[in-house]
C-alpha cells in the first residue's frame, strides 16, 4: 500500500493524531539514535542520508528515510524527499509506504498542539504564527484543535507570503490578518500563545516581549546555529522538550544559551514522556501556574513518526 500525502493528510484528522502521540510516549518504543550518512555527489554538494528507525516489538516496525541533495537547487527542484515505511513486528512484511514530507509536517505539528495542550493557557485565544509556509499551514489548525483561538496573528519577513496564507484561513472562516513587518513585538507583546517555524539564524521573538502566562512554540530550528528565541526567554520561563536528548544535541534555542552559561541542562523541566505520562503536569504543576511562561521545543523524534504511520494505515485499512 502507498499512501501519497493527501491520503496521509485525510487519515491523520488532528485530535486522532494527538491522541496516538499521546499514547506513544508511554509506551516501550525502541528507538534507535538517528544515522546519519553523507553520500559524494560527483561534481556537486554532498548529499545526507538520514534514517530514522522505531518499532513496538511483536506489532509494528518502521523506518523514514530521508534524502538532502543540496544540488537540486540548480535543477529547480527540491533538494529533501523522504517517504516512511511501515512493516509487521511479527513478520517484517511490508504493510505500507508513506509520503514522508507530509507525515513529518503533520505529526510535527500534532506534537506542538499536544504541548500546547499541557502548557498553554485553557482559555488562550490570541495566537501569532511566525512564518508561512508548509509548517505554518499546519501549526495553526493543530494549535486550534486543542484551545478554542479567536483569532490569528501571521508574520513574515515576507509580507506576501503572510498575506497568502491569511487569505488561505479567511477562506476557511478563521479569523486571521497580517502582521505587519514592523510590528513583530507589538503583536506578541499580547499574544497567548506564539509559535514559530523559520528558517532563522537569529533570534525573532525576544523574551522581554512574552506576556504573564503566554506559550512559546519553538518548532523551526534543526541545528546547532539556528534559533528563533534569545537568552532572556530561556531564562524567564518554563522550558519543556519533546526529548532532552534530540533537543540538547540539535538545537540552537537550548545550545547557545547552555554554552553561554545562561542555563544549562538541568533547566529543561520534563519532556513528552513525563508530561503524557503525568509525572509532571505541564502549566499545572508549575509555581504561579496562571502567570507563568511556558517554552516548548521540538526536534522530532522517531516515536512520533512510527505512531502517525501506524495511525494512519490503521485508519486506512
Known amino acids: 500500500m502507498q499512501l501519497n500525502a493527501t491520503q496521509i493528510q485525510n487519515a491523520l484528522p488532528w485530535d ?20 546519519h550518512h553523507t553520500i559524494n555527489v560527483p561534481q556537486e ?13 511483536g506489532e509494528f516496525l518502521g523506518v523514514k528515510q530521508v534524502n538532502v541533495f ?16 511501515l512493516s509487521c513486528g511479527k513478520t517484517g512484511r511490508p504493510l505500507a509506504q ?9 505529526r510535527t505539528a500534532a ?3 499536544l504541548a500546547s495542550s499541557f502548557l498553554s493557557h485553557e482559555d488562550a485565544s490570541e ?17 486550534m484543535s486543542v484551545r478554542s483561538v479567536k483569532t490569528v496573528r501571521v508574520w513574515d519577513r515576507n509580507e506576501e507570503a503572510a498575506q497568502a496564507l491569511v487569505a488561505e484561513l479567511q477562506a476557511a472562516d478563521i479569523n486571521a490578518e497580517v502582521c505587519a513587518k514592523d ?9 497567548d500563545i506564539i509559535s514559530c517555524a523559520t528558517m532563522a539564524t ?26 528563533e528565541t534569545d537568552n532572556t526567554a530561556m531564562q524567564r520561563s518554563a522550558v519543556f522538550v519533546d526529548t532532552r536528548a534530540g533537543a540538547l544535541s540539535e538545537t540552537g534555542d537550548l545550545i547557545i544559551p547552555i554554552r553561554e552559561g545562561v542555563m544549562t541542562e538541568s533547566s529543561i523541566i520534563a519532556e513528552f514522556s513525563e508530561l503524557c505520562s503525568g509525572q509532571h503536569l505541564g502549566r499545572a504543576g508549575l509555581d504561579d501556574a496562571s502567570n507563568a511562561v511556558t517554552i516548548f521545543k521540538s526536534v522530532g523524534d522517531s516515536r512520533e513518526d512510527l505512531a502517525a504511520a501506524i495511525l494512519a494505515y490503521q485508519r486506512l485499512v
Do not use: Q
Open 45 to 57: 554538494p554532498d548529499a545526507t542520508l538520514l534514517l530514522m528507525p522505531a518499532w513496538l516489538e
Open 202 to 227: 537569529t533570534p525573532l521573538v525576544l523574551g522581554d516581549w512574552l506576556k504573564p502566562g503566554a506559550h512559546l512554540d519553538l518548532v523551526g530550528s534543526f541545528t546547532p546555529s539556528m534559533r
Open 111 to 113: 506534537a506542538s498542539a
Open 98 to 106: 508513506l509520503d514522508g514530507n507530509e507525515l513529518t509536517a503533520r
Open 70 to 85: 543540496p544540488g537540486n537547487n540548480a535543477r529547480n527542484i527540491p533538494g529533501l524527499s523522504s517517504y516512511y515505511m
Open 127 to 143: 495566537m501569532l504564527m511566525v512564518g508561512s509556509g508548509r509548517m505554518a499551514r499546519r501549526l495553526i489548525p493543530a494549535h
Open 183 to 191: 510590528r513583530l513585538e507589538e503583536v506578541a507583546r499580547k499574544s
Open 16 to 35: 486522532a493524531l494527538i491522541l496516538a502521540l499521546n499514547d506513544i510516549f508511554v509506551r516501550e518504543v525502541c528507538s534507535p539514535v538517528r544515522h
